[in-house]
């Protein structure tokens, strides 16, 4: 994403809380009076996974639904925009935007599920060491509202560090910039930047190229954290339940899937597999969705806590609690362009009980096996684990 981008979803966002009654009633008419195929919208990201992995194994007809091929979005404002539109039914998100959706924009829209957590990571130049080697240097994060960018900032405050959109002179300053991500490798191979947090395959795809190295993986600053989440429209949640139920119930089985068919996952998603899913070679895939060599990694630093016996990016789709409220506090403490007084407002715990809607997720989990399936605790409930 661009800092054109950035605008444009911005802008879109900015319309859509000018006309909330408009398309709320757009939306309601078309989720009670049309039963149209189902249509998923997505970036060609790991954080895709589930979505792309139902369709190719037949998940979401398994449940009934009639489903079109996925759409492909290059940017995040072309996804959201169709979305708010209701061209798409169900979409990843980042978890941080669907605060800007429902909030900033008041668009009646909700996550049901996480997609995936962690799977990303803080990517550097060889020559970067340790997180003081980037003061004075230029990084790149993919959006304002993104989990990287609330977690960068938080491991840059606790080495003294400030992030800025625009240097002053201080020592301890870097300066974030927005990039889409098949920019970061270029940029980060010419020199223009320092490095950049992002989601995989990006970091993997860095490492095969042998152009940057892995300073830290953002799961092992955050345990298990959710980046992308499944967000759809509340008036389909509450006029469609039985449809919206086949919908998580798809997403959640293949999430199961992907967990016990890692190396098949990255050959269906991969250019190579003729399914017009990514662009990514399956090796980058296969390396992004299974490659967490704890020695090689701990030794180079990425890899602090090998005792959270983590995988580089796992599915589970139960959206904690306790991890909405961490993410509102967090998102207070970060600095983010843009208007973000609807942040001041928000409270932890009430976000925590509006934005999400649990009912389908927890009726999809028992039905792909249940919590352990997952590797989830039969309470559903944890204490955040931020390093």
């Known amino acids: 994403m661009s800092r054109r981008d950035f605008m444009q ?80 039914d169900v979409i990843h998100l980042l978890a941080p935007t669907t605060l800007m959706v429902r ?49 960068l900032q938080h491991l840059l405050r606790k080495e003294g560090l400030v992030a800025v959109s625009k240097f002053s002179g201080k020592a301890n300053e870097v300066k974030l910039v927005i990039m889409p ?36 993986f953002t799961g092992d600053v955050w345990q298990s954290h959710a980046c992308c989440v499944v967000f759809m429209r509340e008036a389909d949640l509450e006029l469609r339940p039985e449809w919206s139920q086949g919908v998580v119930n798809s997403i959640v089985k293949a999430q199961r899937w992907i967990r016990e068919n890692r190396q098949e996952t990255a050959q269906i998603l991969s250019k190579e597999s003729g ?7 399956q090796a980058v895939l296969e390396r992004a969705l299974s490659h967490y060599d704890a020695d090689t990694y701990s030794q180079q630093g990425a890899l602090q806590h090998v005792d959270w016996q983590q995988r580089r990016i796992d599915f589970q789709p139960f959206p904690y609690p306790s991890y909405t409220e961490e993410l509102v506090r967090l998102l207070k403490l970060t600095h983010v362009e843009g208007d973000v007084k609807f942040l001041n407002g928000l409270n932890p715990s009430a976000v925590a009980k509006d934005l999400v809607d649990d009912r389908f997720v927890r009726k999809a989990i028992e039905k792909a096996g249940g919590a352990k399936a997952f590797d989830l605790p039969d309470s559903l409930l944890r204490k955040e684990n931020l390093a």
């Open 9 to 88: 979803l911005t802008a879109v966002l900015g319309a859509a809380a000018l006309l909330p009654n408009k398309i709320t009633r757009a939306a309601t008419a078309d989720g009670a009076g049309t039963l149209h195929p189902l249509r998923i919208g997505y970036l060609p990201i790991t954080d895709a996974s589930p979505f792309l992995v139902a369709h190719a194994k037949k998940f979401y007809a398994e449940e009934g639904l009639d489903v079109e091929q996925p759409k492909l979005f290059r940017a995040w404002p072309q996804l959201v925009e169709a979305f708010l539109a209701g061209q798409i």
């Open 103 to 151: 909030y900033g924009s008041k668009f009646p829209a909700k996550i049901v599920a996480w997609n995936h957590v962690n799977g990303s990571a803080l990517t550097v130049a060889p020559d970067v060491n340790n997180l003081r080697d980037l003061a004075g240097k230029t990084v790149a994060v993919p959006f304002w509202f993104s989990i990287h960018n609330v977690i």
């Open 181 to 216: 991500p098949p920019d970061m490798l270029s940029a980060l191979a010419n020199g223009s930047i320092a490095g950049y947090i992002v989601a995989e395959p990006f970091n993997a795809a860095a490492e095969n190229l042998k152009v940057g190295k892995i300073l830290r």
């Open 275 to 281: 399914n017009n899913y990514t662009p990514h070679p």
